[in-house]
């Protein structure tokens, strides 16, 4: 298996308030459907191999095109393109996961729901009984805990979603003790962002590289191949015992983000669903098809390089957000199928807070602050992700600037050469200023919290790529975490406001629109699917007719 290790752009959902949080821990003994998502980067050629249909004389092969090529590693600790993010829903498990269609949680490798003490302090989990990775070895307590310990280094992407533990202990054969700083009651639902991983084949740097490549999980389904250009092939996983059984002998991905060649994938039968159906082709494709429009957290957004002039004084990010008319993006480049940006949350989210700064279509204000900027007559360079939904924004905004003096030459690339690792990445050249993208960190839960830690906490987004200034990263922090303890649920939504405020106001990284994730499939070919409101696609429940 190859493919090349970079980091990638993130995978929308809606929020979980504290009241979704007690409705969802009285239904974690419930199990619900299951899928997953992706979001991430560059184009690609599909994957060879058959997609037909299950039934009498089928290939009992699951086939799908996804919109975005696979980059950076596989393993859960590390991962956030969306190809990745799907495929890891598949063969990894966690404690306790989230449908991605429904958002609800499930008991995945946890027995029973997590316990907690008195205090809200400790917490205890089962695993489920007979439990095995796909190479037959047990899932064992001692794994939990190292899977746990080894994402809460500052260093690993998740680590981010899991400050609030303490420490992680194997308390048994099968049970796990978890301790928090302090009180934390989305914990049962939080979890869901680790995915379980052997131990014996990820102690080392060397060991976890090449788990990265080739991954072994205690999921359903065992990725036998992955490339950026050949796309992904799975085998189902003979040692599973959970819920979710394969219910086809083979998944085939093709990947590419060229949106032609997903409708003739779908059309031509090599496969039964496409993600991010092109929304121009829409009303055709109902004639014959199966299509779903999602609303979603998935944004389009605009991201500076906030230590380099003149885009460390926010009145010049503020003034390339108001000469942006969304509402024309919205009707041109999405057909409809997209909304302006109210906040950094999508409308859809069950705790939206409209931003105390909206940046409606305001050319003579963009104007305005560029001069007082002293940053009229502005010449950049703007790098872009291939992402479909991306290339069709672009010169949009390109012509928006045009108006108001600024100009913009194009630079688009594959995510993976957008995102890599200094000194190859595009953003992490000397002359980098202004990234046009999407993201969706909504594939790995719905709360505000996350959602925010995603991009505005930790090193990865504020320090590595967007380079804001420490004392702005702090004080969202501190407002994040400062919530994420609160007990009273008003207090708790007045803090997230204020994070969201802030972030609106600065726009160091802030989305332009939020779009609807649209789904093709032939319901002919495949049934008991489910579309999500995000990128990816999600085959724990389908099968082949």
């Known amino acids: 298996?190859?493919?090349?290790?970079?980091?990638?752009?993130?995978?929308?959902?809606?929020?979980?308030?504290?009241?979704?949080?007690?409705?969802?821990?009285?239904?974690?003994?419930?199990?619900?459907?299951?899928?997953?998502?992706?979001?991430?980067?560059?184009?690609?050629?599909?994957?060879?191999?058959?997609?037909?249909?299950?039934?009498?004389?089928?290939?009992?092969?699951?086939?799908?095109?996804?919109?975005?090529?696979?980059?950076?590693?596989?393993?859960?600790?590390?991962?956030?393109?969306?190809?990745?993010?799907?495929?890891?829903?598949?063969?990894?498990?966690?404690?306790?996961?989230?449908?991605?269609?429904?958002?609800?949680?499930?008991?995945?490798?946890?027995?029973?729901?997590?316990?907690?003490?008195?205090?809200?302090?400790?917490?205890?989990?089962?695993?489920?009984?007979?439990?095995?990775?796909?190479?037959?070895?047990?899932?064992?307590?001692?794994?939990?805990?190292?899977?746990?310990?080894?994402?809460?280094?500052?260093?690993?992407?998740?680590?981010?979603?899991?400050?609030?533990?303490?420490?992680?202990?194997?308390?048994?054969?099968?049970?796990?003790?978890?301790?928090?700083?302090?009180?934390?009651?989305?914990?049962?639902?939080?979890?869901?962002?680790?995915?379980?991983?052997?131990?014996?084949?990820?102690?080392?740097?060397?060991?976890?590289?090449?788990?990265?490549?080739?991954?072994?999980?205690?999921?359903?389904?065992?990725?036998?191949?992955a490339d950026p250009n050949s796309g992904l092939t799975f085998s189902v996983n003979k040692h599973y015992n959970g819920k979710y059984k394969a219910k086809a002998t083979k998944m085939v991905w093709h990947t590419t983000t060229q949106d032609s060649t997903r409708i003739a994938d779908l059309q031509s039968g090599r496969s039964q669903t496409i993600e991010a159906v092109p929304f121009v082709n829409v009303k055709q494709l109902k004639k014959t098809k199966k299509v779903e429009a999602k609303q979603a957290f998935n944004q389009i957004f605009l991201m500076f390089n906030c230590s380099a002039k003149p885009f460390d004084d926010k009145r010049v990010r503020q003034a390339l957000h108001y000469a942006i008319d969304t509402d024309a993006i919205v009707r041109t480049a999405f057909q409809g199928y997209a909304s302006a940006a109210q906040s950094y949350l999508d409308e859809g989210n069950a705790d939206f807070q409209k931003a105390s700064t909206v940046y409606n279509h305001d050319p003579a204000k963009a104007k305005k602050l560029l001069a007082e900027a002293g940053a009229s007559n502005l010449s950049i360079e703007l790098v872009t992700t291939d992402a479909g939904a991306v290339a069709s924004t672009a010169p949009l905004i390109i012509d928006a600037w045009k108006k108001v003096g600024v100009t913009a030459k194009l630079n688009t690339a594959p995510s993976a050469s957008v995102y890599a690792p200094a000194p190859d990445g595009l953003i992490t050249k000397p002359n980098f200023r202004v990234l046009l993208a999407s993201g969706d960190p909504t594939v790995y839960g719905a709360d505000v919290d996350l959602l925010m830690r995603w991009f505005y906490y930790g090193a990865t987004w504020p320090v590595d790529r967007f380079h804001w200034q420490k004392a702005s990263a702090k004080k969202v922090a501190d407002w994040l975490d400062e919530a994420a303890k609160e007990s009273d649920e008003a207090k708790q939504k007045a803090l997230w406001q204020k994070a969201i405020d802030f972030v609106a106001d600065e726009a160091p990284l802030y989305p332009v629109v939020h779009t609807k994730m649209v789904t093709g499939w032939d319901d002919k070919k495949l049934t008991d699917f489910e579309p999500v409101a995000t990128t990816g696609l999600y085959f724990l429940k389908a099968k082949p007719a």
Request: aromatic share 8%; proline share 6%.
């Open 1 to 225: 298996m190859s493919h090349k290790n970079s980091p990638l752009d993130p995978a929308g959902l809606t929020g979980a308030s504290r009241r979704q949080f007690l409705k969802y821990t009285s239904v974690l003994g419930a199990a619900a459907g299951v899928a997953a998502t992706v979001s991430a980067c560059g184009p690609s050629s599909g994957t060879s191999g058959n997609g037909g249909g299950g039934g009498k004389g089928g290939s009992s092969t699951i086939s799908a095109t996804l919109a975005f090529q696979l980059s950076g590693t596989l393993d859960p600790d590390n991962h956030s393109s969306a190809v990745a993010t799907a495929a890891n829903q598949h063969v990894f498990e966690a404690l306790v996961d989230l449908d991605p269609a429904s958002r609800e949680p499930y008991l995945a490798l946890a027995k029973a729901q997590p316990k907690a003490s008195s205090d809200g302090l400790k917490w205890t989990v089962e695993l489920r009984d007979g439990a095995k990775f796909s190479d037959g070895s047990a899932v064992t307590g001692e794994d939990v805990a190292w899977s746990f310990t080894r994402s809460m280094d500052p260093a690993v992407l998740m680590s981010q979603f899991i400050s609030f533990i303490k420490s992680v202990k194997a308390t048994g054969k099968t049970s796990v003790e978890f301790t928090l700083k302090e009180p934390f009651p989305l914990f049962p639902t939080r979890i869901s962002v680790i995915k379980i991983v052997p131990k014996a084949h990820t102690k080392t740097a060397a060991q976890a590289k090449k788990f990265g490549d080739q991954p072994i999980g205690s999921g359903p389904w065992v990725l036998d191949s």
